[in-house]
């Protein structure tokens, strides 16, 4: 059954508000404290959305306690409360630590793959793709790499059309950056590992494309571990005392 206009567009407008929505709780994490939010109309020319799709993607900020409105003055970047998540005195460059932190993505990637081989659009399962793409090209240099390979996972979660599952994912993302920082150039110790990611994004966003959910999962689990693996593997290789 074909979908009417309006049913449509307000799709559209759902995914567009998502999409403003997480490069602002990006931005706000980066402001401080009671900082002021620029205006509806100069964040509306900012991403080349409507005022209605910021408003939108303002609420959703709002739910999630990143922000606040004070009245006639505007939205400011709210103060956590006592129970907001806070990692302190991160060492992304530690192995232990960085196996921790896999731990936690092994978890959370199984669960967006599986979520979002149900409920992603075949825009999402696009942008998904060229996000794979791009994340192993030979050419790209090692901060263009990180950028995408974290681009290939948020475009999962952000499938998922679950807000708090964007927010948890948008709180981890700098210590994700760190953490595949890390791998990555433990990995790009040897071309074969490259190999490996691509083929391993590969299979996820096939079980995505088909939206076979446990494979999805699966896939996506599996990912990370060979990820532990690789990094164990490369370092066993550049120091053999700690194997």
């Given amino acids: 059954?074909?979908?009417?206009?309006?049913?449509?567009?307000?799709?559209?407008?759902?995914?567009?508000?998502?999409?403003?929505?997480?490069?602002?709780?990006?931005?706000?994490?980066?402001?401080?404290?009671?900082?002021?939010?620029?205006?509806?109309?100069?964040?509306?020319?900012?991403?080349?959305?409507?005022?209605?799709?910021?408003?939108?993607?303002?609420?959703?900020?709002?739910?999630l306690g990143a922000v606040e409105s004070r009245q006639g003055a505007g939205m400011f970047v709210a103060r956590p409360s006592a129970k907001s998540l806070e990692f302190r005195d991160i060492d992304t460059s530690?192995?232990?630590?960085?196996?921790?932190?896999?731990?936690?993505?092994?978890?959370?990637?199984?669960?967006?793959?599986?979520?979002?081989?149900?409920?992603?659009?075949?825009?999402?399962?696009?942008?998904?793709?060229?996000?794979?793409?791009?994340?192993?090209?030979?050419?790209?240099?090692?901060?263009?790499?990180?950028?995408?390979?974290?681009?290939?996972?948020?475009?999962?979660?952000?499938?998922?059309?679950?807000?708090?599952?964007l927010a948890v994912q948008t709180f981890l993302v700098s210590h994700l950056r760190d953490g595949i920082i890390f791998t990555r150039n433990l990995e790009s110790y040897s071309p074969a590992m490259v190999e490996e990611i691509r083929q391993e994004h590969a299979a996820i966003v096939q079980a995505i494309a088909e939206r076979n959910a446990a494979e999805a999962s699966r896939r996506a689990e599996l990912h990370v571990l060979n990820a532990q693996r690789r990094m164990r593997t490369a370092l066993a290789h550049l120091l053999p005392d700690i194997a």
Avoid at 20 to 33: E, G, S
Avoid at 133 to 155: G, I, N, Q, W
């Fill in 94 to 165: 530690n192995l232990a630590t960085v196996a921790k932190f896999l731990e936690i993505r092994s978890g959370l990637d199984a669960a967006a793959a599986r979520i979002a081989a149900t409920r992603r659009t075949e825009e999402q399962l696009q942008f998904i793709r060229e996000a794979s793409k791009r994340s192993t090209l030979p050419e790209l240099s090692m901060p263009d790499a990180v950028e995408a390979d974290l681009a290939f996972h948020v475009a999962i979660v952000q499938a998922t059309r679950n807000e708090y599952f």
């Fill in 1 to 63: 059954m074909k979908k009417d206009s309006s049913s449509s567009l307000s799709e559209k407008t759902g995914r567009l508000a998502d999409h403003v929505a997480h490069q602002l709780i990006i931005t706000t994490r980066q402001m401080a404290f009671g900082a002021k939010l620029p205006s509806e109309n100069q964040l509306a020319k900012q991403f080349g959305v409507s005022r209605s799709v910021v408003r939108e993607a303002i609420s959703q900020l709002k739910s």
